[in-house]
T-cell receptor, first 110, second 113 residues
Framework: KNEVEQSPQNLTAQEGEFITINCSYS?????LHWLQQHPGGGIVSLFM???GKKKHGRLIATINIQEKHSSLHITASHPRDSAVYIC????????????FGKGTKLTVNP | DVKVTQSSRYLVKRTGEKVFLECVQD?????MFWYRQDPGLGLRLIYF???????EKGDIPEGYSVSREKKERFSLILESASTNQTSMYLC????????????FGQGTRLTVV
């Protein structure tokens, strides 16, 4: 079983819809990261959080430490939000490392 | 505004060639990383470095080596390129890996023919 699981793997939405991507993890973490990767390759950090909730524009990230679960929400989705969204966790103890989920491919149609 | 720069976006090399992928960061980070990304497998760590001239193997180091002669530059070397090394390669850096923001390069799509 992967240490970081994302769902869904693929998501298609219509412009304007509210979108939720989920991430569950099974290890102790120092922080959880949400990353965005557009076609063409480069990865951009959207959020890093260790508790509660963060908001940036139309994007909201939440984390529940007790349940080992995080969600990324996109309000009023737009075709330019089409990308792969990757959840990653910074593990605790020993040698710190970043463990990645396999990503959620989001397509927003106009 | 560019923080992590990879030397090439696209690269085509022949089997058996020695290939160098270069990565430069301008944030004075000690920690730098090389990942490869393949469909269905996600990002897999090849090598990382936590200081100049220091390196550690990641999860899939076979067929690769690295060099870190200066703090800002981390090079990935494919000693003898093979077709199964065709992939997207991503460099990253961070102040404290996992606990602080991670910065990624734009990726190098390498094709070995």
């Amino acid at each position: 079983k992967n240490e970081v699981e994302q769902s869904p793997q693929n998501l298609t939405a219509q412009e304007g819809e509210f979108i939720t991507i989920n991430c569950s993890y099974s290890v102790g973490i120092s922080a959880l990261h949400w990353l965005q990767q557009h076609p063409g390759g480069g990865i951009v950090s959207l959020f890093m959080l260790s508790s509660g909730k963060k908001k940036h524009g139309r994007l909201i990230a939440t984390i529940n430490i007790q349940e080992k679960h995080s969600s990324l929400h996109i309000t009023a989705s737009h075709p330019r939000d089409s990308a792969v969204y990757i959840c990653a966790v910074g593990t605790q103890g020993g040698s710190e490392k970043l463990v990645f989920g396999k990503g959620t491919k989001l397509t927003v149609n106009p | 505004d560019v923080k992590v720069t990879q030397s090439s976006r696209y690269l085509v090399k022949r089997t058996g060639e020695k290939v160098f992928l270069e990565c430069v960061q301008d944030m004075d980070h000690e920690n730098m990383f090389w990942y490869r990304q393949d469909p269905g497998l996600g990002l897999r760590l090849i090598y990382f470095s936590y200081d100049v001239k220091m390196k550690e193997k990641g999860d899939i180091p076979e067929g690769y080596s690295v060099s870190r002669e200066k703090k800002e530059r981390f090079s990935l070397i494919l000693e003898s390129a093979s077709t199964n090394q065709t992939s997207m390669y991503l460099c990253a850096s961070s102040l404290y890996w996992g606990r602080t923001e991670a910065f990624f390069g734009q990726g190098t799509r390498l094709t070995v023919v």
